[in-house]
């Protein structure tokens, strides 16, 4: 509320230092969650930033958050947004300080996929399905059509242990999540 000036005085500063002690109690990644929304898109004062974001979503993914896995998935593959008119407005391009990282992207994509997540589910079926498809025999997507049916989401402690290969490069894995 105070980030807003919701019943109250409108101070980002001091609702944000509210948050980030509420986050210090947490444990399922919520609240870092809610920081990192506030510091992407910037609010009231609270101006955008989106490497804080970003590090405030790997904060909330590695405590368990699904939804943070897979914002962190879309971040890491696209160009955060320019705001064109401020750049019109002060006559210079921002220093360019993040790029983009199509590993880090996949690799969150599948954490959030083994933990259930359908949206991540349906990003990697586009990236995969219509390359492989058409190139199985019936017998090999009937044993496929099997595999889906048997598969259930992991809890987060089985998803940290699952080494997730990096396709492409068979001797190469996601980074374990610290």
């Not at 399905?129 to 044993?143: F, G, N, S, V």
Request: hydrophobic residues 40%; contains cysteine; glycine residues 8%.
């Amino acid at each position: 509320m105070m980030i807003r000036g919701r019943g109250t005085e409108l101070n980002p500063q001091a609702g944000i230092a509210l948050l980030l002690k509420a986050a210090e109690q947490g444990k399922g990644g919520e609240i870092e969650q809610q920081v990192a929304d506030l510091y992407l898109i910037g609010t009231n004062g609270l101006a955008a930033d989106h490497e804080e974001g970003m590090k405030w979503y790997a904060i909330a993914a590695r405590r368990g958050n699904v939804r943070a896995m897979a914002t962190l998935a879309g971040l890491w593959e696209n160009e955060p947004l320019t705001d064109m008119l401020k750049i019109m407005q002060s006559g210079q391009f921002p220093k360019k300080t993040f790029e983009r990282d199509i590993v880090q992207s996949y690799c969150w994509r599948m954490r959030a996929s083994l933990m259930g997540d359908s949206l991540a589910h349906y990003e990697l079926a586009l990236q995969v399905r219509a390359a492989i498809e058409p190139k199985l025999t019936t017998a090999q997507l009937d044993q496929v059509k099997k595999m889906v049916a048997g598969w259930h989401p992991l809890d987060f402690e089985q998803m940290k242990a699952t080494p997730i290969t990096i396709p492409g490069n068979e001797s190469r894995t996601c980074p374990p999540m610290t």
